[in-house]
């Protein structure tokens, strides 16, 4: 077919399933039809890093930058590169262009923050995730931003505010009516009551979370009970309680 958008959503298709030549080929297909279409750039640069091949990778995201000058989204992508690298100075510059170029391109303040945080400077990171919450344009994004907080302070051993920051998140979502981020925070309580000790909270926010879950996508139900079974063992190996966690594991494996 002489239509781009078929060959880079059969690109997008084999990428989905590891065939990463496959994926480049029809993606060089789509980029035969239109040199500067920016989305199989984009896809191209993402396979190219995942087999590890950073010089075509960094290639294709400059040609994304060229053919795209004034967007964030291919310096991201530079960015991106450079930290899968390991080369956080560059990351950190190239996210910071690209929240010039768009102040409210919210995943470059996420990048900047693990930068920050791999770096070992965990205020800088907090501050990151602060203005994450400050710029984010959307109310779902905001309460990502939230949910990222109280999750470094769990980190940073901060427990009683990041249990006030869950909570405060659930709260919202529900107020709001995002039933997905009631979940995801009882999927960070779940590990957080589990470090506090506090092991049958834990055990709730954990099936509280399966249960979120599986309403929402019933299909996937065996395997939110397996993951369930798994943090359960988890709890189990904290108190102590050796063959607990083995009968879980058990019960998860049948």
Known sequence: PQEKEVHYDLGRYYESRDKYSEALA??????????????????????????????????????????????????????????????????????????????????????????????????????????LIARAPTATQRLEGRTWEAYYDHFLGRWDDSRAGYQAVKDEAVKSGFPLFTGAADWFMSYLYADMGEYGLARKASQDYRDAVSKKSPQYHDYYSTDHLLRLALIEVKQGRVDAAKTAIKEAAS
């Open 26 to 131: 029809e993606y060089e297909k789509a980029l035969s039809l239109d040199p500067s279409f920016g989305s199989a750039l984009n896809q191209c640069g993402y396979v190219y890093a995942e087999i590890g091949d950073f010089e075509n990778a960094i290639r294709s995201f400059e040609r994304y930058a060229a053919a795209n000058p004034g967007q964030a989204n291919p310096i991201d992508s530079i960015a991106e590169l450079y930290f899968r690298i390991g080369d956080f100075d560059k990351a950190e510059a190239k996210y910071r262009e690209a929240l010039e170029i768009r102040p409210d391109f919210i995943g470059s303040c996420v990048g900047l923050a693990y930068v920050f945080a791999l770096k070992e400077n965990y205020p800088e990171s907090r501050r990151w995730i602060g203005e």
